[in-house]
RNA sequence: GCGCGGUUAGCUCAGUUGGUAGAGCAACUCAUUUACACUGAGAAGGUCGGGGGUUCAAGUCCCUCACCGCGCACCA
């Protein structure tokens, strides 16, 4: 027996090496990967990893969802598959430039347009190159068996092919548009976002009620009614069954007389207010719909910026905020305000990334549209036939509904369907500068999708598009595509993902879309998705909260593997987290138990000539207790297969600490020391059986510990155990 | 407003098709140099949120109410 088990399980000594021994012996690499009883590994499993942001460190969420996706990876390269994960990581256009411009700012005083695009670009890509290292070592640190060879970054080379390829066939099959349409506008960030970058907020505002001509209307927001020329009424309301659809009225307004028109139309509720409503088209995604409907002009109070246009006159160039206490002090002075209502409760909507309310705008933007008919040359999808006419959205619905896309947990199904439901088409152009600029190029009238330049006299297109364009791509742009690779071939459709379910429709939802559109195959197989993270009073882990846990100091004070279990063991999936570092704690005792199992079993087998045992010898007892293990393997497996993780990884532990450790040792105890020769031997070769098929089973939980035993047992099928079978039942 | 989850031991959570309630941590009693103190043995602790129903049998299925959390919509 070797001396190192002498002294209690060292996380920190063998981690490190471990982990290097694993990357030097290329098992990573599906092409490398040893054949499984002398025949060759067939069956591909493939997963790619959810990319970290570029910039980002290692969250307690990311140590989450990484090592339950290194537990199924694991498993299943002991299962004897050919099995490949992809890491990579994400450029996240807006939030990696709004970092590096924060930063110029703060140490030179420049703003973007000091520097100039080229410039700035050049900045934020070497920042983002700079701090990639510290996030892949992060993911190293928890063990992660990812295939470093295929490692991609959303703004790579490969990369950049995809997109702009998926663009340009997109943007051919007119699927990709460009419209003046009302979008999210983030006043801060400069760009628009998408709606689902859109997170409301509750607030209590003042709602206020102005004489409107014969109306009483009402509105938390007067500095957009400048241009209010329209009074919607319910066509069945009797309170004004006077006024037809499309009379004029002169009326007394802010800045003067106008001439408003009276619209009849459902979407006015007669049970809100007064029942009458004007509208701001410019700036509401309602009163834009509307506009639209009864072909209304539509006019912009507010620009980019959140000032007021000239329309405002006297209150031109103001801040709307500051702009608004003195409309109503006006209207207040010409006798138009009714009444103020101090606590109306609403939700305004908010930019995810910085913050700020949202401003719809009309702006001409690019977007792909969901709903727009095409011709799909190519289709695995059941339900969908090649060569038939369909839509984005159809294609998104019957990936899940046919049952190619398995989503477990049934819950989220129905959030999956019921979101595909309310979707519009897809804001894609972002104002910024990072990111990749949309492949569009005009000349005088003339338009062209290419990358290149055209020729002399063509300018391109100065948006980038939306960060979630290029992570739609995701699974088949990591794998070569638009190349045909034998990597699409073989790993594509993807075997599992695992996101948190606040990414379904930013991320899973989009992927589906692409796959479909590009490859006419669905992006993955099972979509197990999983919950978040929070702290022992449910609040997810911030830095503003304070309560973040580093799990990297979590691995520096009890190991990866410590770390893993703590976060897998007890959490069924889809659920979320409570976080409680007592647990890690123990399983960090857990891995020395199992240390120390190790440190008996070889002391009493020392002596033997382990493989020259045979089944015949095998004691009453012994056979009743290698039944038991093989009722555990069974189990474990059982639940392995079923994604029931927690259930595995619960049931080794307690199989190897209160069976194998407090029962079977403590018995051998006796049978060792005594002069049953027979007993004895049979003995021995159990223990040492329970300890290798003990080692397999928990390997993809704790994979350091188990290895680094692994590394020290005289008779071993492999060198390594990452490599090894998964135990028979 | 529409919808989704949760409510099980002091705490954090499991509980796969209905079949005598489970784990970890904490607390309690005992053991004390043992493969391991990063330890062992033992005991204690729950009318499974309330109410109703189906069933021989319900934590599990159905209805209903309450509280907590979340999503979507509305937001004049």
């Known amino acids: 027996m070797h001396d190192i088990f002498l002294t209690p399980y060292d996380p920190q000594a ?13 098992y990573f690499n599906p092409d490398n990967l040893p054949p499984v009883n002398g025949s060759p590994r067939t069956e591909p499993f493939s997963i790619v990893l959810p990319p970290p942001n570029v910039t980002g460190v290692l969250h307690i969420g990311h140590a989450y969802e990484d090592s339950l996706q290194d537990v199924v990876i694991r498993y299943q390269r002991m299962r004897g598959k050919k099995v490949l994960w992809v890491p990579g990581t994400d ?16 140490e030179e005083g420049k703003n973007r347009h000091d520097l100039g695009r080229e410039e700035l670009v050049r900045r934020v890509s070497e920042f983002a190159k700079n701090s990639e290292n510290t996030i892949l070592n992060q993911i190293r640190k928890m063990g992660a068996s990812l295939d470093w060879s295929r490692y991609a970054y959303t703004m790579d080379e490969k990369r950049y092919r995809a997109v702009m390829e998926a663009f340009i066939r997109m943007f051919n099959t007119g699927l ?83 001439t408003a028109t009276v619209i009849k139309d459902e979407a006015s509720d007669p049970e809100i207010g007064s029942g009458v409503m004007t509208i701001t088209p410019w700036h509401s995604q309602v009163d834009f719909e509307l506009a639209e409907k009864h072909n209304l002009e539509k006019e912009q109070i507010i620009d980019q910026y959140g000032k007021l246009l000239p329309i405002a006159q006297e209150f031109a160039g103001m801040k709307i905020t500051e702009a608004r206490e003195k409309i109503v002090e006006k209207l207040h002075k010409k006798g138009l305000l009714v009444k103020i209502d101090e606590n109306y409760v609403h939700n305004i909507s908010t930019s995810e990334r910085t913050g700020v309310t949202i401003e719809p705008q009309i702006m001409e933007q690019w977007f792909v549209g969901v709903d727009k008919p095409f011709i799909i040359p190519h289709s695995e999808i059941p339900g ?141 197989r099972t979509v197990m998705i999983h919950g978040l993270v929070r702290d022992k009073q449910g609040r997810k882990f911030s830095k503003s909260l304070g309560n973040g846990i580093d799990p990297l100091d979590l691995i520096e004070k009890y190991g990866a593997d410590a ?167």
């Open 14 to 26: 063998t981690e490190g090496a471990i982990y290097k021994k694993w990357e030097e012996s290329g």
């Open 91 to 106: 450029s996240a256009a807006i939030a990696t430039q709004a970092r590096v411009e924060k930063n110029i700012q703060k």
């Open 176 to 258: 990709i548009y460009r419209g003046h349409r009302i979008i999210n506008w983030d006043s801060k960030g400069q760009t628009t976002i998408s709606d689902d970058e859109v997170v409301y907020k509750e607030e209590k505002s003042k709602f206020y009620y102005f004489q409107y001509g014969p109306f009483v209307i009402g509105t938390a927001r007067p500095e957009t009614k400048f241009g209010d020329k329209y009074v919607v009424i319910h066509p069945d309301d009797k309170r004004y069954k006077e006024y037809e659809h499309g009379q004029k009225i002169e009326l007394e307004w802010i800045n003067g007389p106008i």
């Open 384 to 524: 969908i036939e090649s060569g038939s006419e369909t839509t984005l959205k159809k294609v998104m619905r019957m990936a899940v509904e046919s049952g190619a896309i398995q989503i477990p947990q049934e819950r989220f199904k129905k959030i999956y369907f019921h979101w595909i439901n309310n979707l519009n088409d897809w804001n894609i152009s972002r104002q910024i500068w990072f990111g990749h600029r949309i492949p569009i190029w005009y000349k005088s009238g003339e338009i062209k999708a290419q990358v290149d330049s055209p020729g002399a006299g063509w300018e391109q297109d100065p948006d980038v598009l939306d960060t979630w364009f290029s992570s739609a791509l995701w699974t088949f742009s990591t794998l070569g595509w638009p190349e045909k690779t034998t990597d699409i071939e073989t790993y594509h459709p993807t075997s599992f993902m695992s996101p948190a379910y606040e990414i379904l429709p930013l991320w899973v939802s989009r992927m589906i879309l692409m796959s479909g559109f590009h490859l006419g195959q669905i992006p993955f």
């Open 563 to 729: 770390v893993r279990m703590g976060l897998l063991v007890g959490t069924a999936i889809g659920n979320d987290i409570s976080f409680d570092e007592q647990k890690v704690k123990g399983y960090k005792n857990f891995a020395n138990k199992l240390w120390n199992i190790t440190r008996f079993t070889l002391e009493a087998t020392e002596k033997l000539d382990i493989s020259s045992f045979s089944v015949g010898k095998v004691s009453e007892q012994d056979k009743k207790i290698l039944e038991k293990l093989n009722d555990t393997v069974k189990d474990v497996t059982k639940d392995l297969e079923g994604s029931k993780y927690h259930l595995a990884a619960e049931k080794i532990y307690h199989y190897i600490w209160h069976e194998l450790a407090d029962k079977i040792i403590e018995e051998s105890k006796p049978i060792l020391n005594g002069d049953n020769t027979q007993e004895k031997l049979s003995r021995q070769h159990t223990l040492y059986i329970l300890l290798t098929v003990s080692l397999k089973m928990l390997h993809p939980f704790m994979p350091f510990v188990t290895e680094e035993i692994w590394q020290h047992l005289p008779e071993k099928e492999t060198e390594l155990l990452m490599v090894a079978g998964w135990p028979t039942h």
